[in-house]
Nanobody, 127 residues
Framework: QVQLVESGGGLVQPGGSLRLSCTAS????????MGWFRQAPGKERELVAA????????NYADSMKGRFTISRDNANNALYLQMNSLVPEDTAVYYC????????????????????WGQGTQVTVSA
């Protein structure tokens, strides 16, 4: 059973940056495709950034391309999301997740209930 714990959320002004971290235990991040989902108020959860299990292939929602970067640190068994040029529309709870069954994720989809999930971290972009 993989346990995931996110950190790094907070309040940031528009145009600012945040780096989210996700530490894993009970499993190895390099064994899974990993991703960052977000759920904004009144909206469904959606996959916004994904890193394939091979550690090389990445995929992003269109609105995140060029602003967000997903990365993995095998030595620390961790996943990161560098978020730059933040806008108020990025305000959401961000969840780290591991794809339990390979090939089930697509950008924009909500993920599977039996994927491995963190508890979420709030990101608020506001002046």
């Amino acid at each position: 059973q993989v346990q995931l714990v996110e950190s790094g959320g907070g309040l940031v002004q528009p145009g600012g940056s945040l780096r989210l971290s996700c530490t894993a235990s009970g499993g190895t991040v390099s064994d899974y495709s990993m991703g960052w989902f977000r759920q904004a108020p009144g909206k469904e959860r959606e996959l916004v950034a994904a890193l394939r299990w091979n550690g090389f292939d990445t995929n992003y929602a269109d609105s995140m391309k060029g602003r967000f970067t997903i990365s993995r640190d095998n030595a620390n068994n961790a996943l990161y999301l560098q978020m730059n040029s933040l806008v108020p529309e990025d305000t959401a709870v961000y969840y780290c997740a591991a794809e339990r069954h390979r090939g089930t994720w697509s950008i924009g989809d909500p993920g599977q209930d039996d994927d491995y999930w963190g508890q979420g971290t709030q990101v608020t972009v506001s002046a």
